[in-house]
Structure formats: C-alpha cells, structure tokens
C-alpha cells in the first residue's frame, strides 16, 4: 500500500505539468508514493510517466463514467480507492479539477482539507504534516497542522513544486482498481466540449511571462507584449484589471481569480502589484518591473525595478532582446 496519494490529471493520455510537480512534493514527504489516476478510456503512457516520475504504484480506475467533467463518478471512484489503501496523505493540484475535487474527497472522508498551498512537509520524527498557504490576500502565510488521523487532503498551487527528474529504470506496479459507480448519481451532465486553439506556450509552463496591466491603458500594446514573450521564449499574460477592460481574453489572467504562475522571468509592465495579483506570481524567480509610478507596490516585489515611461523602456528592450538573440544564433 502507499502513504502518499497523488490525484492524478492527464491529456490525451500524457500526464499534466501539474501531476508532476505534484510528484516532485510527493517525494519531499517519507512513505511509498501512489498515483491515481481516472479516466474513461484506456490509457497508454500515463501509467508508465508516473513510475518513472517515482510513483511506487499507479492505480487505473477506467470506467466510462469517468469523464473529465464526471466530478461526482471522480468523488466516489476517489473515496473507494483511499478506504481500500488508507494512505495518510493525499495530493491535488490546485486547478479546476482538482480545486473542486479536493473538497468533495475531504467531506467524503471525514477529514481535513488545506486548499491553495505553496508548501507541504512532515513532522520531524511523524507521519503528520503540515501545510502552508497564504491568506489575507497573500498578505501573510498561514501554517497548517491536521488533527487526528489522515488521510489528509492537500491541494497545491501550480508551480510550487518542480517535477523530479524521469527515470525510465525506477521500479513500479500498475493496479487496476474497480470501483462500483452508480449512474444515479451524476448529477451533471456534459453537452459539449468546445476546445479554445492553443497557440504558443502555455502561461502555466511558461519559463518567461510578459504580464500587462492597468498601466497600458489599452489593448494594442499587448500586440508588443506578445513580441517580446516571443523573443523571450515565453507567454503574455495579464493582471485582472487589463482583462476585466476587454483588453485581452481572461484565460490571460494571473492573480487570486485567475492563474497561477511560477517562471524563471515574470516582467510585469504597467502592473500595479495589488496583493490580488501578487498572489498568482509569488512563486517567480525574477520579478522585473517597469511602472511610471516610484511608489507602486510592485516594486516591493520585484527584484528588480525601472521607474520610467513603459512605451520607451520597452521599445529599447526589445529591440536588446532581438539583437541578443541574432548573436547567440
């Protein structure tokens, strides 16, 4: 059996960036790693990903009412798995999925829950462990110790963790475990799924990201945003007020409401650094940022600063980027 449970999520058979970094905290906790992971469909690569990954054990649950949008079949596919191994800890992402299932899998098992966390570690000497999560808008961190007897739910922000390292000679067993689901009980049920295109990369796996804000004033200077993520090999994204003004799409947003990020490079032009937005970019190596206003507070945040009119600081830095670039090619 395991100690550690990691729910995991997977695209088109491949496993998501966030699983593995869900493994990569799973292995700065003591006790065997389990991953589970539900689908619909019989799968191909996930399985082996996990144990390379470091899972000790993968356990598949395929049943065709484990559709991605199936949260109640995830529930109760979830709550009869970890009645069967009783693990002491159990691991999710903090996306729509996981956000949602977390709760749920909680009550479920009668036990406790800490949501959007940036930390999770052992008790020297125990198997208990504790939590870290910012509250107060991201204003203050908050240390979380369960009560009782596990199997205690924990759901981690994106980005916190990195993924360890794939091994295709680690040693591991695939489980097919049957749950008993009941079609009564889904009570929500999917017409339709419209995929949105993907172009470029992803904000979440992103190494560099170019964010915009209030400070812009309108949408056309995204277009030049969006060239220098493209120098930078990165992705544009956006504080909650640029989206909120029909300046770029909300699937661009970072914040509290929107999404969290954790690049090597956060530039953030005309971004005023409320502790709202701060809170989906904390877990950026570099903050860099450019704003008018000396007293703004993301300077507070930013590693480093310019004080200065965006429209000439970043014409000049693009074309710095450029001709870097052409020289290293």
């Given at each position: 059996m395991v100690d550690i449970l990691v729910i995991g999520e997977h695209t088109r058979g491949?496993?998501?960036?966030?699983?593995?970094?869900?493994?990569?905290?799973?292995?700065?906790?003591?006790?065997?790693?389990?991953?589970?992971?539900?689908?619909?469909?019989?799968?191909?690569?996930?399985?082996e990903e996990s144990i390379a990954l470091g899972a000790d054990e993968v356990f598949v649950i395929q049943d065709p009412m484990l559709k991605r949008s199936a949260v109640e079949a995830h529930v109760t596919a979830l709550e009869q798995l970890c009645n069967?191994?009783?693990?002491?800890?159990?691991?999710?992402?903090?996306?729509?999925?996981?956000?949602?299932?977390?709760?749920?899998?909680?009550?479920?098992?009668?036990?406790?829950?800490?949501?959007?966390?940036?930390?999770?570690?052992?008790?020297?000497?125990?198997?208990?462990?504790?939590?870290?999560?910012?509250?107060?808008?991201?204003?203050?961190?908050?240390?979380?110790?369960?009560?009782?007897?596990?199997?205690h739910v924990v759901v981690i922000r994106n980005g916190t963790y990195a993924p360890p390292g794939n091994n295709a000679d680690n040693i591991g067993r695939v489980t097919l475990f049957k749950a008993q689901l009941d079609p009564a009980e889904l009570k929500v049920r999917q017409l339709q799924t419209v995929e949105k295109p993907r172009t470029g990369i992803r904000l979440e796996e992103a190494r560099a990201i170019v964010c915009g804000g209030r400070g812009l004033g309108g949408p056309e200077p995204f277009e030049q945003l969006s060239e220098l993520?493209?120098?930078?090999?990165?992705?544009?994204?956006?504080?909650?007020a640029a989206c909120d003004a029909g300046w770029i799409d909300h699937i661009y947003q970072i914040g509290l409401t929107g999404k969290t990020v954790a690049p090597?490079?956060?530039?953030?032009i005309g971004v005023s650094g409320a502790s709202q937005h701060m809170a989906g970019c904390t877990g950026s190596k570099n903050i860099v940022a450019i704003n008018s206003d000396a007293a703004a507070n993301i300077f507070h945040e930013a590693r480093f600063g310019v004080v200065g009119d965006w429209r000439k600081i970043l014409t000049s830095f693009i074309e710095t980027v450029r001709e870097l670039n052409e020289q290293h090619n």
């Open positions: 491949l496993l998501d960036s966030t699983t593995k970094e869900l493994l990569g905290a799973a292995q700065r906790l003591d006790g065997k790693i389990g991953v589970a992971i539900l689908t619909d469909e019989v799968l191909d690569k996930s399985a069967h191994i009783n693990p002491n800890s159990i691991l999710l992402g903090k996306t729509i999925v996981g956000s949602d299932l977390g709760p749920r899998l909680a009550f479920r098992l009668d036990t406790g829950m800490a949501q959007d966390c940036i930390g999770v570690s052992q008790i020297s000497s125990s198997s208990e462990i504790v939590a870290t999560r910012p509250v107060y808008g991201g204003n203050a961190l908050a240390t979380i110790a369960f009560a009782g007897n596990g199997p993520a493209t120098l930078l090999r990165g992705a544009v994204g956006a504080s909650r090597d490079l956060y530039l953030a």
